[in-house]
């Protein structure tokens, strides 16, 4: 990254999803779905189901996961899966490469942020352990605003970083990502390493589907600016 000519900048503020797209949390969070509902004798919904509601908040990835279920029985659920991941989180770490590239783009005086499913309880736990929470401006999660695909998130890290949503680049590995971002106004890049195959997530408009980190941090290079 370079960061000697701002002036040329197309975004000044680039906000992440968490689950899926920094974190490498994808297949135990489907685990911790399944055998909530194990724990409880509900019908297990199967892995690309369970996939599919990553990124929303805890009680509607929970409702669509598992439609069957009685609402009555959600709060058990939503206790048993808390229970699970948990017992998890200490165990994930953060996609191979992340790290370094936030870093990067923190270093090239670029606003950073994150837009997610999560708790705020969870998120602040999960930025305290992996010791990156100085990496971001601001962060906003599904229980403190509105959950994706409703904008809020990006309107409110727009309105408190004071950069106009043209100048923001949202980056998800969900449709729920990408559909935030269409509904805010906002550019977004769809990465295929997370929860949602490539095939869903041309469902949505994004400008470009990356594969890994390193295809991410090339793309990043050669379109957060714009030609001198």
């Given at each position: 990254?370079?960061?000697?000519?701002?002036?040329?900048?197309?975004?000044?503020?680039?906000?992440?999803?968490?689950?899926?797209?920094?974190?490498?949390?994808?297949?135990?969070?489907?685990?911790?779905?399944?055998?909530?509902?194990?724990?409880?004798?509900?019908?297990?919904?199967?892995?690309?189901?369970?996939?599919?509601?990553?990124?929303?908040?805890?009680?509607?990835?929970l409702r669509r996961a598992v439609p069957w279920v009685d609402p009555a029985h959600f709060q058990k659920l939503t206790d048993r899966f808390r229970f699970h991941y948990l017992v998890k989180d200490h165990?994930?770490?953060?996609?191979?490469?992340?790290?370094?590239?936030?870093?990067?783009?923190?270093?090239?005086?670029?606003?950073?942020?994150?837009?997610?499913?999560?708790?705020?309880?969870?998120?602040?736990?999960?930025?305290?352990?992996?010791?990156?929470?100085?990496?971001?401006?601001?962060?906003?999660t599904a229980d403190e605003s509105f959950s994706k695909p409703h904008p809020g998130m990006l309107l409110e890290l727009s309105d408190v970083t004071q950069v106009p949503t043209r100048r923001i680049l949202?980056?998800?590995?969900?449709?729920?990502?990408?559909?935030?971002?269409?509904?805010?106004?906002?550019?977004?890049?769809?990465?295929?390493?997370?929860?949602?195959?490539?095939?869903?997530?041309?469902?949505?408009?994004?400008?470009?589907?990356?594969?890994?980190?390193?295809?991410?941090?090339?793309?990043?290079?050669?379109?957060?600016?714009?030609?001198?």
């Amino acid at each position: 990254m370079n960061s000697a000519n701002h002036s040329n900048r197309r975004y000044d503020l680039i906000v992440w999803d968490w689950d899926g797209t920094i974190m490498d949390s994808t297949p135990t969070i489907v685990h911790c779905i399944q055998q909530s509902c194990r724990d409880l004798g509900f019908k297990v919904p199967d892995d690309a189901l369970a996939s599919s509601v990553i990124g929303l908040g805890i009680h509607d990835s929970l409702r669509r996961a598992v439609p069957w279920v009685d609402p009555a029985h959600f709060q058990k659920l939503t206790d048993r899966f808390r229970f699970h991941y948990l017992v998890k989180d200490h165990e994930l770490d953060l996609f191979v490469g992340i790290r370094e590239l936030l870093e990067s783009l923190r270093a090239d005086k670029y606003l950073l942020g994150v837009a997610t499913g999560k708790s705020r309880v969870g998120l602040d736990r999960s930025l305290k352990h992996h010791q990156i929470g100085h990496l971001f401006h601001e962060t906003r999660t599904a229980d403190e605003s509105f959950s994706k695909p409703h904008p809020g998130m990006l309107l409110e890290l727009s309105d408190v970083t004071q950069v106009p949503t043209r100048r923001i680049l949202m980056i998800g590995d969900t449709t729920h990502d990408l559909d935030m971002a269409a509904n805010a106004g906002v550019d977004a890049v769809a990465v295929t390493y997370g929860a949602h195959p490539p095939e869903t997530l041309k469902e949505s408009p994004s400008l470009a589907h990356v594969d890994n980190v390193t295809q991410l941090s090339h793309w990043l290079k050669e379109n957060l600016t714009t030609p001198a």
